[in-house]
């Protein structure tokens, strides 16, 4: 009788555990690519991919060939690491997130920002200069915002970041 009830315990437990498994993960993968974070997060990260999917499928290739990871971070950094893997600030999110209608359009511009980089990197055409490599990966975000049928609002954001040179400024 001991033995069954042992048995049952360890069956329930076992069961629990199998089924809560990915209840508190906080990671998903979208072909290849890891996405960790909050659920929020992996939605937003998620619904930026699909949009590049649909709309911009060989820079969709691109993201997904080039970052092995992007998460949520708590630092300051907001950037593509050698490593292959994309910390998105929580102030850079957040920002993203105030977009309301045209976050999902921001979201993937802004991985295919850094996507672009990790290709430059991963292809050997990095050049290290900071300035040449963001008017790049800026002219990239422009030609696919056409692509996704961006928002004019998302269009406007490009045209000044663009026209700023934001990169020349240290920001």
Same mark, same amino acid.
Request: proline residues 2%; charged residues 30%; glycine residues 6%.
């Given at each position: 009788?001991?033995?069954?009830?042992?048995?049952?315990? @360890?069956?329930?437990?076992?069961? @629990?555990?199998?089924?809560?498994?990915?209840?508190?993960?906080?990671?998903?993968?979208?072909?290849?690519?890891?996405?960790?974070?909050?659920?929020?997060?992996?939605?937003?990260?998620?619904?930026?991919?699909?949009?590049?999917?649909?709309?911009?499928?060989?820079? =969709?290739?691109?993201?997904?060939?080039?970052?092995?990871?992007?998460?949520?971070?708590?630092?300051?950094?907001?950037?593509? =690491?050698?490593?292959?893997?994309?910390?998105?600030?929580?102030?850079?999110?957040?920002?993203?997130?105030?977009?309301?209608?045209?976050?999902?359009? =921001?979201? @993937?511009?802004?991985?295919?920002?850094?996507? =672009?980089?990790?290709?430059?990197?991963?292809?050997?055409?990095?050049?290290?200069?900071?300035?040449?490599?963001?008017?790049?990966?800026?002219?990239?975000?422009?030609?696919?915002?056409?692509?996704?049928?961006?928002?004019?609002?998302?269009?406007?954001?490009?045209?000044?970041?663009?026209?700023?040179?934001?990169?020349?400024?240290?920001?």
């Amino acid at each position: 009788m001991k033995k069954i009830i042992l048995i049952t315990l @360890a069956l329930i437990v076992f069961f @629990a555990m199998a089924t809560g498994a990915g209840y508190n993960d906080k990671t998903i993968k979208v072909d290849g690519l890891k996405i960790q974070g909050p659920k929020q997060f992996r939605e937003d990260i998620a619904e930026g991919l699909d949009l590049l999917r649909d709309k911009a499928p060989e820079y =969709y290739d691109m993201v997904v060939k080039n970052i092995k990871k992007v998460y949520l971070s708590d630092g300051d950094f907001n950037g593509w =690491y050698f490593d292959k893997t994309f910390s998105f600030t929580q102030e850079a999110y957040e920002s993203r997130q105030q977009q309301s209608t045209s976050k999902v359009y =921001y979201i @993937a511009l802004t991985l295919v920002h850094e996507g =672009y980089h990790l290709c430059r990197y991963n292809e050997g055409k990095w050049t290290s200069n900071v300035e040449k490599e963001e008017w790049l990966a800026v002219q990239t975000e422009k030609e696919v915002a056409k692509l996704i049928d961006a928002p004019q609002d998302v269009k406007n954001w490009l045209e000044i970041k663009f026209d700023t040179r934001y990169w020349e400024q240290g920001n």
